[in-house]
Nanobody
Framework: QVQLVESGGGLVQAGGSLRLSCAASGGSFSSSAIGWFRQAPGKEREFVAKISRSGFSTDYSDSVKGRFTVSRDNAQNTVYLQMNSLKPEDTAVYYC???????????????WGQGTQVTVSS
């Protein structure tokens, strides 16, 4: 069982930066890959980035590659999503989720946080 809590969302101007955090509790964090997903109003939840259990492997969607960076601190049970050069189309609720497989598919993720709102103004 893993409990996840996101924080760090907010309102930022286009071109700005935010860092999201995903704090985990429970016994399975260090054995889980962690993914970041986002969902804009009226749209399906989409994959953003993921990081392996060790932190050595990462994966990004094409829409954020080169602008977002995912990292993790297993000693602190926390995963981060550094978001730079933000665009209005990045506006969404951002979720972190834990999986025991290496996947971009939402249905492969067993545990989800409640989400944090990111709004990018033009």
């Amino acid at each position: 069982q893993v409990q996840l809590v996101e924080s760090g969302g907010g309102l930022v101007q286009a071109g700005g930066s935010l860092r999201l955090s995903c704090a985990a509790s429970g016994g399975s964090f260090s054995s889980s890959a962690i993914g970041w997903f986002r969902q804009a109003p009226g749209k399906e939840r989409e994959f953003v980035a993921k990081i392996s259990r060790s932190g050595f492997s990462t994966d990004y969607s094409d829409s954020v590659k080169g602008r977002f960076t995912v990292s993790r601190d297993n000693a602190q049970n926390t995963v981060y999503l550094q978001m730079n050069s933000l665009k209005p189309e990045d506006t969404a609720v951002y979720y972190c989720a834990a999986a025991f497989v290496w996947s971009r598919q939402t249905n492969n993720y067993n545990y989800w946080g409640q989400g944090t709102q990111v709004t990018v103004s033009s």
